[in-house]
């Protein structure tokens, strides 16, 4: 039987401490979430490679959806910059992982997926290990959920093209929202800003993650 505690603490100082990642309260997290919870049965001998693991499958052009490689998203969530005291709102939670990490980083989670049996999945997981401060809520991701509005934190758990204005309206003043913006090896982490109602962003390093659903940038007539 795997050691997946011995694992956890391996993840976390072959992975996260060699890539820069030095905030101690995402380190924290990662030491407690246990990253074998969120996979199929037959993955979680593999739930602490460091690789994206796929969780479900390609459906009607959509693409499959995985539990992002910790390298980046630790990296994503040290560029947050989350406080105990903020209220997040999380794109695409697919099976839970970043969510679980996201409620001990933060005051509360909000957490939008598309696609309702990874919405459920996750939800029973969370609630299994205790995460009483994530809500998982099925929906159209690109929409956010502007009814609990404004956010301190939006984070995307996937690449996207492009970030709607819907969810940069959702921010409260002084708030962040990070995502992966392109596509494969030329992807950028990108942090934005809300400050006096404008939004400047800043790009912070080169990942290449999985996309999420939807997120295209409209198509460009050339005349």
Partial sequence: M???????????????RTTDVTSHS????????????????????LAYIDEDLRIAAPVDGRPARYIMEPSPLAKLLQLAAITKSDVVLEIGCGAGYAAALLSLLS??????????????QASETL????HDN?????????AGYAAE????????????????????????DGGR???????GNA?????????GGSVSHVDSFNTCVKPLPGFRRAAEFVF
């Fill in 26 to 45: 995402v380190l924290s997290a990662f030491l407690t979430v246990p990253r074998e919870a969120f996979v199929p049965s037959d993955m979680k001998q």
């Fill in 149 to 172: 509005a404004p956010y301190d934190v939006i984070f995307f758990s996937g690449a996207v093209e492009v970030v709607p204005d819907a969810l940069l309206d959702q921010l409260r």
């Fill in 127 to 130: 609630s299994s290990l205790g």
């Fill in 177 to 183: 929202l990070v995502a992966v913006i392109g596509n």
């Fill in 187 to 195: 992807s950028r982490a990108r942090l934005y800003v809300k400050n």
């Fill in 2 to 16: 795997m050691d997946f505690a011995a694992a956890r603490i391996k993840m976390v100082d072959n992975q996260l």
């Fill in 134 to 142: 994530v809500a998982v809520v099925v929906g159209d991701m690109e």
């Fill in 107 to 120: 005051d509360s989670v909000l957490a939008v997926e598309a696609d309702e049996a990874l919405a459920n």
